[in-house]
């Protein structure tokens, strides 16, 4: 039952007392007014209330309703999924959700995360994800802090990973606030990002609320993993419950992903085990660790080459069978290619020509097979086409990689012979020493400009390697090629893959956010980071330091966006025209960031800008102990463009 407000006889008379005084300033002469003391006159104009009075409740005041409302069921739920953070930025659409969060659920549990940006708490979401496979909540405010996470959103729906998201929204054009809550609210608020999330609703009941709740996270959390969003409506999440015996929270029941056709399966198997230049090619195949397991397997049993793309972390780099970097000589002369949840397999098996006249052809050999085991196939949408182009398969299998590669690798087994083993080990011998010379062509290019400055790329990756190689580390972003080429990658959560659909803005707070997942195991969390990305919204430095993330960002600081300073060179080609101006608007500089300086003005621990390499290393160590003090840290070196 509500109860009305009650004021006492004191608190009465202050604001009596506050109102004459008031208008006597006001009535009083200018002239009076301008020859007091500004100190004197603010006593004289308002009486200072009791200690307290503003900061406390009065003695006499009752709150408006002692009962548990809309939101604190809310946060029950959301309990009950087991999330374990909410990032967000604070609005009004949600604040009875996100008081329930800090007062009603203990702020633990989820735990609220203060960030400077929609977009940083979703890219935080998307990082913590790939790191803990499961997803962070995130809380968005109506209309504009939906479409500040829409690219947010955007890249985790391209990179197929599990957020999330609730966005407050006042329906009821009768309850809204007069004023500005017209503007942040909205007839369907999931409309403006339908077409890349993977499901959404808008409950109008508590218990409405709490199915969809669950449903969400089950759709998310089924392959191919995706965001989800739910509307909370402002009148939902601030009416107090009356009948709460009536509701109840679902069980949570997951989905057992896809496995491929057994015939499908047996059929893929009889290829692989006969070919003679058999070739496996991984995106997104590993979810979890027992994906990366059984590639390993089926690598091994087969003693096929892999080729690693690089949207998870599927397979060891070290390893004598990962051959990712001769991709081309691969594709070219396979006679059967598996696809692992990939990205592009028409981009894999095709060659393309960006000149004037544009032009592809395929690279594979005539007779060439292609089996493909994927997700994607599951789940493609009209309007935002990053499904790519269509790719001729020969065996299709519309499945999770992962789910179905131990029924694969039991398949290949019951083919094997002593003359296949036989085989299939001297390919294995060939690979290994191929994997070998290209280690060690590695190494010797990246001494190509060791002393330079700025920084060589390859020389800031193996400055960061030698210090870190014997921690338990993890790359949680990073746009360089040269750490897959010279570090020892073994361990699933040691790279996380990339943005998936390239939106800048996305490297920093991810990897706040997967070093947010990797602080409750003590490890040590990389970040590489493009400077043109952080200066999207560097407000998540903040986050980090005022949530105690620890993490080192080593900037990649070339003072441009280089790929498109690299696209108008191409255009000035093109057309002949020199390549003297492509710097212009694409360049970072005049004035120069300091990025230290910017990182210090947050909390963090910072040093630079660092354009000697021989201090580097140095740096590099000073940095990491910050970092094992539990502290963000950050580096800002000066780098060659690529």
Request: aromatic residues 6%; contains cysteine; hydrophobic residues 40%.
């Amino acid at each position: 039952m509500a109860k009305t407000r009650k004021f006492s006889a004191d608190r009465r008379r202050f604001l009596k007392g506050a109102a004459v005084a008031g208008a006597a300033t006001l009535a009083a002469p200018t002239g009076m007014a301008q020859s007091q003391p500004a100190q004197a006159q603010r006593a004289a104009a308002v009486p200072l209330p009791p200690p307290g009075a503003e900061t406390g409740t009065p003695p006499e005041v009752d709150v408006l309703t002692a009962d548990r409302c809309g939101s604190d069921f809310m946060v029950d739920v959301i309990k009950s999924l087991d999330i374990e953070y909410i990032c967000s930025n604070p609005g009004s659409s949600f604040r009875a959700l996100h008081e329930s969060v800090i007062n009603y659920g203990g702020n633990q549990k989820p735990e609220f995360l203060t960030c400077c940006h929609e977009e940083s708490s979703v890219a935080m979401a998307h990082g913590y994800s790939k790191i803990e496979g499961k997803p962070l909540g995130v809380l968005a405010h109506g209309t504009v802090g939906l479409q500040h996470a829409a690219m947010g959103i955007y890249n985790a729906y391209c990179d197929r990973a599990p957020v999330y998201i609730i966005v407050g929204n006042a329906i009821d054009a009768t309850m809204r606030r007069p004023g500005v809550e017209w503007a942040h609210s909205v007839q369907d608020a999931a409309a403006m990002v339908r077409d890349y999330v993977k499901w959404d609703d808008l409950p109008i009941s508590l218990q409405h609320f709490a199915e969809s709740a669950v449903r969400a996270y089950k759709i998310a959390m089924t392959p191919p993993l995706s965001p989800v969003l739910l509307v909370a409506d402002t009148e939902l999440q601030e009416r107090p419950i009356h009948e709460t015996d009536k509701l109840r929270i679902p069980k949570l029941t997951r989905t057992s992903p896809p496995q491929g056709d057994s015939g499908a399966v047996a059929e893929a198997a009889r290829l692989l085990a006969g070919a003679q230049n058999p070739v496996i090619i991984a995106d997104r195949a590993a979810r979890t660790p027992a994906g990366m397991k059984s590639l390993v397997e089926l690598a091994e049993t087969l003693q096929a080459p892999v080729i690693d793309q690089g949207g998870r972390m599927n397979f060891p780099s070290r390893h004598p069978l990962n051959q990712s970097s001769r991709t081309r000589a691969l594709v070219v002369d396979a006679d059967v290619i598996l696809g692992l949840e990939l990205t592009d397999f028409w981009g894999t098996v095709n060659a393309y020509r960006d000149q004037l006249e544009r032009s592809s052809r395929s690279i594979t050999k005539a007779g060439a097979k292609l089996i493909s085991i994927t997700a994607l196939d599951l789940y493609t949408k009209a309007n935002y086409q990053d499904f790519q182009r269509y790719p001729e398969i020969d065996l299709a299998m519309a499945a999770d990689a992962e789910a179905t590669l131990p029924a694969l690798i039991e398949a290949v087994k019951k083919l094997m012979t002593a003359d296949r083993r036989n085989s299939f080990q001297a390919r294995g011998a060939k690979l290994a020493t191929a994997s070998q010379t290209a280690l060690q062509q590695a190494r010797t290019e990246a001494t190509y400009a060791w002393d330079a400055s700025p920084i060589s790329t390859a020389r800031l990756s193996a400055e960061l390697w030698a210090q870190i190689k014997t921690e338990d580390w993890s790359l949680v972003s990073s746009s360089l090629g040269w750490p897959q080429r010279l570090w020892t990658f073994d361990k699933y959560y040691q790279y996380i893959g990339g943005s998936g659909g390239a939106g800048v803005g996305y490297g920093a707070p991810a990897a706040a956010g997967a070093a947010l997942a990797n602080k409750k195991y003590g490890r040590l969390s990389i970040n590489i980071q493009n400077d043109g990305d952080l200066m999207y919204a560097p407000g998540v430095l903040w986050t980090a330091a005022h949530h105690r993330i620890p993490m080192l960002s080593v900037m990649h600081n070339n003072r441009a966006y280089h790929q498109e300073v690299m696209h108008l060179q191409r255009m000035a080609n093109r057309h002949n025209r020199g390549i003297e101006r492509p710097h212009i608007g694409t360049t970072i500089e005049d004035p120069n960031i300091d990025y230290s300086k910017l990182a210090q003005s947050m909390g963090l621990y910072a040093e630079g800008p660092i354009s000697d390499p021989k201090n580097l290393g140095p740096a590099i160590q000073r940095a990491i102990a910050a970092v094992k003090r539990g502290e963000p840290a950050l580096l800002d070196v000066v780098t060659q463009p690529r």
